[in-house]
């Protein structure tokens, strides 16, 4: 397996544009997370999925972001409008549905200028 | 309540040294400790984990300490090396709206010298 693919890996663009993270899970996990990570506040959970339902939604910072989850393999999170705040490095994560064991994406670094 | 409090934010080892992080937490109702290695710019990667209900948990030269009255869990890495060099986070999982989800510790950042 290939292990959580994410794209892209880097990302540059300017205050108030729309972003679009992309994650596409291990084959066969139930759950997937996305993280927000930054030196100042450390790894977040923002939102995660249990069989492509949203469960709990309570670390999505504002409305500006949104995520969704279409299908088993593929997962979306947006910011529109970005603000420079937004930067960080965004993992997304799986795992299967017995396992306390989550496996990280390799993430992808936004900045917001 | 459900944060996971992490020592020292740095730390800088010989090699050949032991190198020791620390986590605190407060819920109790937290059931299972893994603990993650970051790489740059990879994703964290689980290293070793432990449940509340044994004391130590050994794995190669990571060991895990955990002491269940006190609520604090602690790294060990024996004979550390360079190529050990990364950061660290500890983590707590918690049963939370009919699922298991994480939550870090602050992270530290581990350098060992050669």
């Known amino acids: 397996d290939a292990g959580v693919i994410q794209s892209p890996r880097h990302e540059v663009t300017e205050m108030g544009q729309e972003v679009t993270l992309r994650c596409k899970p291990i084959?066969?996990?139930?759950?997937l997370f996305w993280y927000r990570q930054t030196m100042m506040r450390g790894l977040e959970l923002l939102i995660y999925?249990?069989?492509?339902?949203?469960?709990?939604d309570s670390g999505m910072p504002e409305d500006r972001f949104s995520a969704k989850m279409p299908n088993a393999s593929f997962s979306t999170l947006k910011i529109q409008p970005s603000e420079p705040r937004d930067s960080a490095v965004y993992f997304c994560?799986?795992?299967?549905?017995?396992?306390?064991?989550?496996?990280f994406g390799p993430g992808t670094r936004l900045t917001v200028t | 309540q459900q944060q996971v409090k992490q020592s020292p934010q740095s730390l800088i080892v010989q090699k050949g040294g032991i190198s020791i992080i620390n986590c605190a937490y407060e819920n109790t109702a937290f059931d299972y400790f893994p603990w993650y290695q970051q790489f740059p710019g990879k994703g964290p990667a689980l290293l070793i984990a432990?449940?509340?209900?044994?004391s130590e948990k050994k794995e190669g030269r990571f060991t895990i300490s955990f002491n269940k009255s006190a609520k604090q869990f602690s790294l060990h890495i024996m004979d550390s090396q360079p190529g050990d060099s990364a950061t660290y986070f500890c983590a707590a999982s918690i049963f939370s709206q009919g699922a298991q989800k994480l939550v870090f510790g602050q992270g530290t950042r581990l350098t060992i010298n050669p």
């Open positions: 084959s066969g996990h139930d759950y």
């Open positions: 999925f249990n069989n492509n339902v949203p469960i709990d």
């Open positions: 432990i449940r509340p209900d044994v």
């Open positions: 994560a799986s795992r299967g549905w017995q396992s306390y064991e989550q496996y």
